[in-house]
Structure formats: C-alpha cells, structure tokens
C-alpha cells in the first residue's frame, strides 16, 4: 500500500506555544490529505480537509484560526496548533491517498502525540 | 459530521471463539472500510469494501458492505491474542475518501 509519513511522532510543548505537524506522501502525490484528531479511548474525527493550493475545508466546530492547515505541495500537508492549550493535547493523524487511485481506501500516517503542559 | 454507530462497545472473549461486529450510518455510503488500531499507532487498513452486497476476506476476516449501504459487518474467525486492540469502521459517502470513522470495538482475547 501506499506510505504516508507523519511527522514529529511525540511532541511537548508549552501552553501558549505554537507545533507544526507533517504529513508527507513519500511514494505518490496526494491532492487531498485529511486531517483528524483522536481523544484517549475516543474515536478517530475528521478535522479538515486540506487541499493542494487551496484553502482547507473544515469540519462543523473546528477553529480554522486556531488549527492552520497548508498544503503546499502534492506530497506534503502541514497542521499547525497556535497557541496551544492542555485541552488540545490529542493524538493528530492524518490520511491521504494516491491522486490517480480515485475512490479507494484512505493511508493514515503514525499519527503524532501532542501533550500540551 | 456524519453519524456512524458501531458496536458493541468492547467484547472480551476466548482465544478460538468467533466474533462479530458492526457498524450502521445515518446516510448512504459508497465505501466501508476496517482498521485496526493498536495503543500510540495509527490505523491499519484490514479490509475495503466499495460495492452493495459485498462479501470479501482477509485471512480469518471477512467483512460485508450492506445491501442497504447503510451499513457493514466484521467478522473475526477462531481469535487469537494477537487479534487484541481496537477495530474501528469507517465510511465515505463521497467519491474523494473523506471519511467518517465509527466509535470503534475494543477487542479482548483471553489465552
């Protein structure tokens, strides 16, 4: 299958500080990468939806001034946290798929653990 | 978001039984999907499903899109412990894999 690759895996940071998390197609270019979030013993919510040279979509409830999404290139998305708080200690994954597959399954990335403190 | 209800919540049983989960959507999808998920990993892709009435196997599982589309089944022959973690459905009812994920199946597997 298709490999994506996601970027710090653990991070900790300070409440106030900013964390930029990446997501890279390493063997395909990806138009569109998703990016979700993960509470400890919850299930997996779709954030938003970042697309290649254009604004990202997000979900109902999600600040988009608070979660920056730009995905600059066709191998790489990058959600940036601002002005991070313990409550957005989560776990991020993000999923993508190859551009010339079309409607097929969804590649997660290892996810990445933010604690916020 | 789109509502997705899997269950049952957790199951705990012995190693060699059978088991059987499920989840169902509010609205029609074109695509169902099974992962697993062990504790600090992201998802794993087991099974997709990308067609009404469709039964496929992987290995000791199988899964089933609905007739219906609204819903989908795993199935877990003869467990073994390594069948341990989480089991999350996931469905897209559009045709570029956006998709929502169920509230996930905690699978316990006795020695």
């Known amino acids: 299958g298709a490999v994506v690759s996601q970027h710090p895996s653990r991070v900790i940071c300070k409440s106030g500080t900013s964390v930029k998390i990446e997501c890279r197609s390493l063997?395909?270019?990806?138009?569109?990468m998703f990016w979700y979030r993960q509470f400890p013993k919850q299930s997996l919510m779709l954030m938003a939806t970042?697309?290649?040279?254009?604004?990202?979509?997000?979900e109902q409830g999600v600040e988009k001034d608070k979660f920056l999404i730009n995905h600059a290139s066709l191998t790489l998305s990058t959600l940036t946290v601002t002005s991070a708080h313990p409550e957005d200690s989560s776990f991020y994954i993000c999923?993508?798929?190859?551009?010339?597959?079309?409607?097929?399954?969804?590649?997660f990335g290892q996810g990445t653990r933010l604690t916020v403190v | 978001g789109q509502q997705l209800n899997q269950s049952p919540q957790s199951m705990f049983i012995q190693e060699g039984e059978d088991v059987s989960m499920n989840c169902t959507s509010s609205?029609?999808?074109?695509?169902w999907l099974w992962y697993k998920q062990d504790p600090g990993e992201g998802p794993v892709l087991l099974i997709a499903?990308?067609?009404?009435?469709e039964l496929t196997s992987n290995g000791r599982l199988t899964a089933q899109f609905g007739i219906t589309r609204k819903d989908s089944f795993l199935n877990i022959s003869a467990s073994i412990p390594s069948d341990v973690g989480i089991y999350f459905c996931?469905?897209?009812?559009?045709?570029?894999?956006?998709?929502?994920f169920g509230s996930g199946t905690k699978l316990n597997v006795k020695p």
């Open positions: 970042s697309n290649e040279g254009s604004k990202a979509t997000y």
């Open positions: 063997d395909f270019q990806a138009t569109t």
């Open positions: 609205s029609i999808f074109n695509t």
């Open positions: 499903l990308y067609k009404a009435g």
């Open positions: 999923s993508t798929f190859p551009a010339t597959w079309g409607n097929t399954e969804a590649f």
């Open positions: 996931a469905g897209s009812p559009y045709n570029f894999n956006k998709f929502y």
